[in-house]
């Protein structure tokens, strides 16, 4: 115990003092270490050119499956803290002082919760069936790889953009500072506020917000080519999204300040924001150099 204590206290301190690029050298080795060590273990071999998404990934025998709903509702979580995500905090008070009672603001909360899940839930549907009817159309092995690396490969650069742009080693433009809501209804119609509110927070703003990992679980529900199952995991993701703004907002209209939750968010925000970078440049290392290189290498050697 002694040893995993000094260990871990040892590493932290190595990632502190690494500085900002080096702790992004250091999460692009662990993914790229990670992707040779799936290769050596036999992953594209045994599950498929997609690492165990089309065919099965729906399948109760594949474990990856219920993983990527867990990931999904972790990953919409996470955002919370995000610009994007930010604001649904400061949307919820609104919806449930609208109303006294714990009965009716329940019902305002879920039908909060509703609007933001129900329309990403069909999105996961439409991508569900576009992934079919291309998968479709890849009769060929060679088709179905070439059809992976370009997917894959280009999610990995994705995330290693947006790791590179939070870096500060370039700037990448803000698709939330060009969104715009729609018209608020008054505080009159909380039920029609609420619907405006969860469309908006979750499925407007989730779609368009630039978080990478929300791009590669797209790629995971199309290369799954399952609708049902795309609508569970992207309807899971938009619960996920607001899911933490319905507590949160809740205590503030128990009395909690907003400054000290605007401020405790900013600051676990600033807090955790390098191992999130981290997390997401090794996320496209792997990608990159299991799916681009790799599997590219098999592809273009058939």
């Known amino acids: ?3 995993v204590t000094t260990l871990g206290r040892a590493t932290g301190s190595l990632w502190t003092r690494s500085g900002t690029r080096g702790q992004l050298l250091i999460a692009l080795a662990i993914g790229a270490a990670l992707a040779l060590i799936s290769w050596q273990a036999g992953i594209l071999d045994t599950t498929g050119v997609f690492g165990g998404v089309a065919g099965d990934a729906a399948s109760s025998s594949n474990p990856g499956a219920i993983v990527a709903i867990g990931a999904a509702l972790i990953i919409g979580a996470t955002m919370i803290v995000l610009p994007c995500g930010f604001p649904a905090v400061f949307a919820m008070p609104s ?7 714990l009965p009716q603001r329940t019902t305002l909360s879920l039908v909060f919760l509703a609007a933001a899940a129900l329309p990403l839930a069909v999105f996961g549907v439409i991508l569900g069936f576009a992934g ?5 159309l890849l009769d060929s092995m060679s088709a179905k790889m070439g059809f992976a690396v370009i997917l ?9 953009g947006y790791a590179l742009s939070q870096a500060g080693i370039f700037h990448l433009p803000s698709l939330t500072q060009r969104f715009s809501g729609p018209e608020m209804p008054d505080q009159d119609r909380p039920y029609r506020r609420a619907v405006v509110l969860g469309s908006t927070m979750g499925a407007g ?9 929300y791009y590669v679980l797209l790629g995971w529900v199309a290369a799954a080519a399952n609708p049902v199952y795309g609508a569970i ?4 993701y938009g619960l996920g999204r607001v899911l933490p703004a319905v507590g949160i907002g809740a205590l503030i209209v128990g009395g ?5 939750v605007s401020r405790g968010m900013t600051s676990f925000r600033e807090r ?4 999130t970078n981290g997390l997401v440049a090794a996320t496209g290392s792997y990608l990159i150099v299991l799916f681009g290189i790799v599997l590219a290498w098999r592809w273009a050697t058939l």
């Open 1 to 3: 115990m002694t040893y």
């Open 152 to 160: 894959y490969s280009s999610l990995g650069f994705l995330a290693l």
């Open 272 to 275: 955790t924001e390098g191992v």
């Open 205 to 213: 703003m989730g779609m368009g917000c630039p978080m990478p990992t």
């Open 256 to 260: 909690m300040d907003r400054r000290k």
């Open 233 to 236: 995991v992207l309807g899971v």
């Open 132 to 136: 079919d009817a291309v998968l479709g």
């Open 95 to 101: 919806i449930l002082t609208a109303r006294e009672g």
